[in-house]
């Protein structure tokens, strides 16, 4: 409701209501009583009529205060319409003539419920008995439409204003946006804002939360950039509103738009101090590692910090890909120092953004193990998750000979193996069908006290599968399980793809346990089990 009409009604009707809190009110009406029960009828009468005649606006300011108050109230917009017209009704039964105010209060309880006949209808009354509508009352009206999203019912309300001769304020075009962003009409919503602009009538900022609430609604990150800049260039309070520059910084973030989430991030946290949660500083993370942002990236981590949040693994691989993005590795490598700093210890999922750039890239997997060695006579740890990165980009490029000979280089480096490690020369082993070498270094694994893993497992057992003799793969299934672990699908896939290809009966047993575990055996495999077993 309109606060300064709301102001404008209570003010009216404060007389009557300090008349009725005040310590006299009591002592008169008991007197009053008192001087009933010694008068005649005819002096009562007479000295009713000399109270009524002395004030007759009390009697309505009364009913307007209470009509006030009734709006004022919490509960929801129908039920202050049916006090209001209770109130309204009384009004009538005493025969009192409506003023300004009973007619503002009726307006606003038919406005709130979207009753725009019964607006206009009453609007048609109050001119009848002389009192005509102002922009105030025009614009409560508005206002009210606006909480429901009723722009047609607005536009009747405009069209009675224009043949009024009635210029339509701030207010006015501030509640037709904001009824047109219930309906998300943006183009509509744009052509207010035109007309505005020609009426030199400023836009305020709840007007621009309204609008980019919109276009975040429409998916349109761009308008909505430029909608935040435009309220900023006018000096605007954007930090009221911090709900339109997340839900801007979230949209840009969604897609992918470097420069907006940079200048989001900037005025809503550096600058206002706002504390967007976790959600939001992954979605602008991520952004800063696809843009190669270092410097936003970092700042994101150390705000995550600052607000209680426990780093994790994934926090970091975002700072990782900006580096790798500026073509840095020397300063990706030194983030898992720097998460182990921080308490965490990184497996080969934190080290994926080197994994992807070094990909089939025999140049770039070279050079960074020339980084490698650098830092070892830097005097600096080489990260055995930085080494095993470097093992698994051999592995990929199907390099076995370079997967080995940097392998034979751990100790060189300082790197005490791990079980990533071991798997990492599996994997090349599986690439190059060189089962002997992935024996040998299962040996030397054993040996090294390491304790293999489901990973380990499934590699052993594609190993075993790339061979003419595939026992063994059985024999690593079953140990796998006896030390209570679930077989990964992989591993089934890799042991029915070879028993298919075979047409060894033992397929169907290996099916029914991969499905008893939840796993569906893929449609290739089981039409190539099918043709085997024909032939």
Not at 322 to 344: H, W, Y
Request: hydrophobic share 40%.
């Amino acid at each position: 409701m309109n606060t300064h009409l709301l102001s404008k009604l209570q003010a009216t009707a404060k007389p009557f209501a300090k008349f009725a809190a005040s310590p006299n009110a009591r002592p008169f009406s008991k007197s009053l009583v008192r001087f009933q029960s010694t008068a005649t009828t005819a002096d009562v009468k007479s000295t009713s009529t000399f109270i009524k005649n002395s004030h007759p606006t009390a009697p309505l300011s009364s009913f307007n205060y209470n009509l006030s108050r009734i709006l004022g109230r919490k509960f929801n917009n129908f039920k202050k319409l049916t006090e209001i017209l209770k109130v309204i009704e009384e009004i009538k039964a005493q025969n009192l003539k409506f003023d300004r105010n009973t007619y503002t209060a009726l307006l606003t309880a038919y406005a709130s419920t979207n009753r725009s006949k019964d607006v206009m209808t009453t609007l048609e009354k109050m001119e009848e008995q002389g009192i005509q509508p102002t922009l105030e009352t025009y614009n409560l009206i508005l206002q009210s439409y606006a909480s429901e999203g009723s722009s047609i019912a607005q536009a009747g309300i405009v069209a009675e204003m224009e043949k009024k001769g009635i210029d339509m304020s701030e207010s006015s075009y501030n509640s037709l946006i904001r009824a047109l962003t219930k309906r998300e009409e943006l183009e509509h919503a744009f052509d207010i804002m035109d007309k505005m602009k020609e009426n030199n009538i400023p836009m305020n900022i709840a007007s621009y939360s309204n609008v980019i609430g919109i276009c975040v609604r429409v998916s349109d990150s761009k308008t909505a950039f430029s909608l935040l800049k435009e309220a900023l260039d006018k000096c605007l309070s954007v930090s009221s509103d911090p709900t339109m520059l997340f839900n801007v910084l979230c949209l840009a973030a969604r897609k992918d738009e470097h420069e907006a989430v940079s200048f989001c991030w900037k005025k809503a946290v550096l600058e206002n101090a706002m504390r967007p949660d976790e959600g939001i500083c992954l979605d602008v993370i991520r952004v800063a590692g696809l843009s190669g942002d270092v410097k936003l990236a970092t700042e994101v981590l150390q705000h995550l910090g600052e607000n209680g949040y426990t780093y994790k693994e994934y926090y970091f691989a975002p700072l990782m890909e900006a580096f790798m993005n500026k073509g840095d590795l020397k300063s990706a490598f030194s983030v898992l120092d720097i998460m182990r700093a921080s308490g965490i210890t990184p497996s080969a999922q934190a080290t994926l953004p080197i994994r992807n750039h070094l990909r089939n890239q025999i140049d770039k997997i070279d050079e960074a193990y020339f980084i490698l060695e650098q830092l070892k006579k830097e005097d600096k740890s080489v990260d055995v998750t930085a080494f095993n990165v470097v093992l698994e980009a051999c592995a990929d490029a199907k390099d076995v000979e370079r997967t080995v000979a940097t392998y034979r280089e751990a100790a060189s480096l300082g790197v005490t193996p791990n079980v990533d490690t071991y798997n990492a020369v599996l994997i090349a082993c599986i690439n190059t069908r060189m089962r002997d070498m992935g024996k040998l270094v299962i040996v030397e694994m054993k040996k090294a006290g390491i304790t293999p893993n489901t990973d380990t497992y499934t590699h052993m057992i594609s190993l075993e599968c790339t061979s003419r003799e595939y026992e063994n793969a059985f024999n690593y299934l079953e140990e796998m399980k006896s030390y209570g672990a679930i077989p990964p699908q992989m591993a089934y896939v890799a042991l029915l793809r070879r028993l298919a290809q075979e047409a060894d009966p033992r397929y169907l047993v290996a099916a029914e346990e991969m499905e008893t575990f939840g796993y569906k055996v893929p449609y290739a495999i089981q039409q190539n089990w099918l043709k085997a077993k024909e032939q």
